[in-house]
């Protein structure tokens, strides 16, 4: 019966190669041999150590960063591997066999990689591609549910309805202003520094310019680790994903990019991302017509 969960054959066929099932079966083998071992540590251990379970978070994440796997869907042409989609799906569910904190981490980094792509933002690419490929670890996060609405900012029939998290435009800047709820991993930049970790790169926003305008003015931000206006809840003390439970964004400002290939050399402030239908972002909200 426990045949039928190794990669050779739960993975078919149909959806990816020979090669694909054997980079999940490397995958499963350094799971077995690193991941496994520690998964008791990574919760704090029997007394909740937060200390330890930092300490084994960000070791283990680091050598997750040696493997390759938080590259392995950035293009070759800005240093990552390429890999398909496919991949990237077997990487999430082997990791996540030894713990889905873990699995979350690297699959953060995968899916602002994706946001990155969808809005043909190369500029943002080949800024951050170093920190994704070469020889530190850096996290990311996604901020989307929210207290009021949940996880349903999400559900493509409500058209961002239920998003309150607000960026009102004012002269070249935007400001932003809100809560969201189980962002992770996030908190105080301190915190994802030592232990084998280098630090946030920052935080993938979904914000709106009006919350009564629906699709068409819903967009993500960007918004830096290190930005004035962050604040976090104490960390939310339950069984698994032990983690901050709120992001305070008040008063944020971030600057308007002039063009879409701009570069933004005030790391302190953020930048548009794309636009819903995967159009970029940038200044004044992009009309469709």
Known sequence: MYDMLEPAQKYSQAFCTPEDIAT?????KFVDKELMPHRHDLEGGWHRDETLARKTVHSLYAKLV?????????PEEFGG?????????MINEELSRADIGLATMVGKIHWIVSFMLAGKRSDLLEELAPQIVGGESWTACVAITEPGGGANIEDPALEFQTLRVVARE?????????????????????YFKGDGM???MGYWTIAT?????????????YVPADAEGLEFSQPYQ???FPGPIRMVISGL??????????????RARGRTLLKPASSVWVGSPVQHG
């Open 81 to 89: 591997l390429g890999m398909s989609p496919m991949v990237r799906t």
């Open 198 to 200: 280098s630090g946030h």
């Open 24 to 28: 999940a079966v490397e995958i499963r």
């Open 238 to 240: 339950k069984m698994g």
């Open 253 to 266: 400002k971030m600057c308007v990019s002039p063009s879409a290939t701009a570069s933004i050399p005030n």
């Open 209 to 221: 310019t009006d919350p009564q305008g629906g699709r068409d003015c819903a967009g993500l931000f």
């Open 170 to 190: 004012e002269g070249d800047e935007y400001v932003i202003n809100g809560h969201k709820l189980w962002p992770g991993p996030s908190g105080p930049v301190d």
């Open 66 to 74: 040696d493997l390759g796997v938080t590259k392995s869907n950035l």
